[in-house]
Structure formats: C-alpha cells, structure tokens
T-cell receptor, first 113, second 110 residues
Framework: GAGVSQSPSNKVTEKGKDVELRCDPI?????LYWYRQSLGQGLEFLIY????????KSGLPSDRFSAERTGGSVSTLTIQRTQQEDSAVYLC???????????FGPGTRLTVL | AQSVSQHNHHVILSEAASLELGCNYS??????LFWYVQYPGQHLQLLLK??????LVKGIKGFEAEFIKSKFSFNLRKPSVQWSDTAEYFC????????FGAGTRLTVKP
C-alpha cells in the first residue's frame, strides 16, 4: 500500500503561533514515531506510539510540544507558542512493531520567523 | 543510555573510490542495526539492516555492512562509489528504542 504521508510539506509561521503537523502511517503499522531533524544534526527522537498503550513522550523537548494519535492511525504533532529554535524538519515514521524497520514520511519543514 | 556514533561528518570521494563509513554504538545487549540513506530532496530510505545471522549484510545498490559485536560496530562499505551515491547516511540502533547517529554526508565527485 501507500507509504507514510505527512502534511503539510512546508509550514512557515510566526513566532508565538501554534502549529499542527499531521502524519498518516502505513496501514496496519501499530508503531508510530516522531523525530526532529535540524540542519547538520541527526534525528532527534520526540515521541513514540504503540497501539493503545500510553505513548513514550521522553523525547519531547518542552511542554509546548504534544502529540496524539487518534484511532490508532493518524497522528498530530502540535507545537504551541512556536519559537525560532523549533525550525526544523519534522519526520514521522511507522513500523509493524517497535524493534522492526521504520518507514519514514517525507517530513514537514517548519520555519518559524 | 544507548548512543550511536558516526565518526565521519563529511566524506568526499571520487567516483570508483571505495567507501567505508564508521558506526559504533554503546549498548551491550541484543540490538537491531540499520543504515538509512537520504538522497538530496528525498526522504529517508532503508539501505540495509541486521537482526541476526550472518554478520555481513548486503543491501541495495551494492552496499554492505558488517556487524562486529566485539567492537560494537556496524560499518557501511561499498567497493566502488558512484556520483549517484551522494547523500546523507544515517546509522541507527534499536534495542527497544531506535537511536540514530548524527549522519555522514557523502559527496561523490564525478
């Protein structure tokens, strides 16, 4: 079937505004991950969802960041009161189970002015 | 906490040169190991993976990697690179949580 999709592909916002980023995982994948990729940096883990279990939020950098996953499928990452340092590419990945291969979406490039 | 180190930040090679990108991790238990590639303007793709069995793993486009447990390493190799291999390469280790290295940017000169 289709791969992981993310929307929007690009988002430009003003400092202080809230943004929502969407991820649609591969159908049937129970595990979903959010990462942040900053220029010249590796992938920074943000949050992980597995089925109906409580998410692993250990990577969220501040309480301005939150995510939810509705119905075990689509996920939304919300960043409140955006700051310039939030500018990055936000990547979503899904896998059939936690230790298995992760398949990545194209990412959302967020620019905070 | 587990970590993944990629020692080379930027590698520049001429076409037909041999490639080896280093990857070391710090975790003593059972791990699954991955190399991902990100071509310019494209999203991350799996290059190869190791879960168990033969420690020499072959992936797409002529790449291979060798898992050396005693050295906690999973280096990526290709005997003869092409211009189209220009990309960023990420090593990743999963021991329950997936952790990525900082990436190595490979530039292949035609």
């Amino acid at each position: 079937g289709a791969g992981v999709s993310q929307s929007p592909s690009n988002k430009v916002t003003e400092k202080g505004k809230d943004v929502e980023l969407r991820c649609d995982p591969i159908s049937g994948h129970t595990a979903l991950y959010w990462y942040r990729q900053s220029l010249g940096q590796g992938l920074e883990f943000l949050i992980y969802f597995q089925g109906n279990s409580a998410p692993d939020k250990s990577g969220l950098p501040s309480d301005r960041f939150s995510a939810e996953r509705t119905g075990g499928s689509v996920s939304t990452l919300t960043i409140q009161r955006t700051q310039q340092e939030d500018s990055a590419v936000y990547l979503c990945a899904s896998s059939s189970r936690r230790a298995d291969t992760q398949y990545f979406g194209p990412g959302t490039r967020l620019t905070v002015l | 906490a587990q970590s993944v180190s990629q020692h080379n930040h930027h590698v520049i090679l001429s076409e037909a040169a041999s490639l080896e990108l280093g990857c070391n991790y710090s975790y003593g238990g059972t791990v699954n190991l991955f190399w991902y590639v990100q071509y310019p303007g494209q999203h991350l793709q799996l290059l190869l993976k190791y879960f168990s069995g033969d420690p020499l793993v072959k992936g797409i486009k002529g790449f291979e990697a060798e898992f050396i447990k005693s050295k906690f390493s999973f280096n990526l190799r290709k005997p003869s690179v092409q211009w189209s291999d220009t990309a960023e390469y990420f090593c990743a280790v999963n021991a329950g949580d997936m952790r990525f290295g900082a990436g190595t940017r490979l530039t292949v000169k035609p």
